[in-house]
């Protein structure tokens, strides 16, 4: 199986700050990197698609990036609705996730 | 707009069975897979299993473990897909979500419900 190490576990930030959030997979997966926002009651959202394609609809503050083993998602200012969970997931071969990331207000 | 809305979860004993159901609108549900997902309390997002699409015979695969206990079936006419959970166990106390899944973009998972909770014990 192919595991998903996603950091930090949690990250404090403040309305207008740059956030990187890392995920490192056990082995290569190419460009097969999914990200997810997931708000308590909400169904996740899908943000980003094959490692750096947005989803339509996604504001473009969002980002990811990465290939091979390493990937990164970043959104450059963060605003009032974006403190969430967000996962990391490859689906090179079924699907796993990362431990997610819960962003909150500093 | 894409929905996919689960239902049939709730408190249930050890050994018993439960049945869930995903129940799609928006999207021309014939085309597409769909995946059972779960997050046991306190861990991860799990797949489950998925079913696809008629086009490629409704082939089901199952995570080792529930394979044997759980079934996934759907029923096109109705745009819903099944969760059959037999033999329950307490580790099998989750958030079960039912998705969609695109395979002609490798599998990749678009839309999500936003889950039922299964909790099993006695």
């Known amino acids: 199986d192919i595991q998903m190490t996603q950091s930090p576990s949690t990250l404090s930030a403040s309305v207008g700050d740059r956030v990187t959030i890392t995920c490192r997979a056990s082995?290569?997966?190419?460009?097969?990197l999914a990200w997810y926002q997931r708000k308590p009651g909400k169904a996740p959202k899908l943000l980003i698609y094959k490692a750096s394609i947005l989803e339509n609809g996604v504001p473009s503050r969002f980002s990811g990036s990465g290939s091979g083993t390493e990937f990164t998602l970043t959104i450059s200012s963060l605003q009032p609705d974006d403190f969430a969970t967000y996962y990391c997931q490859q689906y090179n071969s079924y699907w796993t996730f990362g431990q997610g990331t819960k962003v909150e207000i500093k | 707009e894409v929905h996919l809305v689960e239902s049939g979860g709730g408190l249930i004993q050890p050994g018993r069975s439960l049945k869930l159901s995903c129940t799609a609108s928006g999207f021309t549900f014939v085309d597409y897979v769909i995946t059972w997902f779960r997050q046991a309390p306190g861990k991860g997002l799990e797949w489950v299993g998925f079913?696809?699409?008629?086009?490629?015979?409704?082939?089901?695969e199952y995570a080792a473990s529930v394979k044997g206990r759980f079934t996934i079936s759907r029923d096109d006419s109705k745009r819903i897909a099944y969760l059959q959970m037999n033999s329950l166990k307490t580790d099998d106390t989750a958030i079960y979500f039912c998705?969609?899944?695109?395979?002609?973009?490798?599998?990749?998972?678009?839309?999500w419900g936003q889950g039922t909770l299964v909790t099993v014990s006695s």
């Open positions: 082995q290569s997966i190419s460009l097969w």
């Open positions: 079913i696809r699409s008629k086009a490629y015979g409704e082939t089901r």
């Open positions: 998705s969609r899944g695109n395979e002609w973009l490798h599998f990749l998972i678009e839309y």
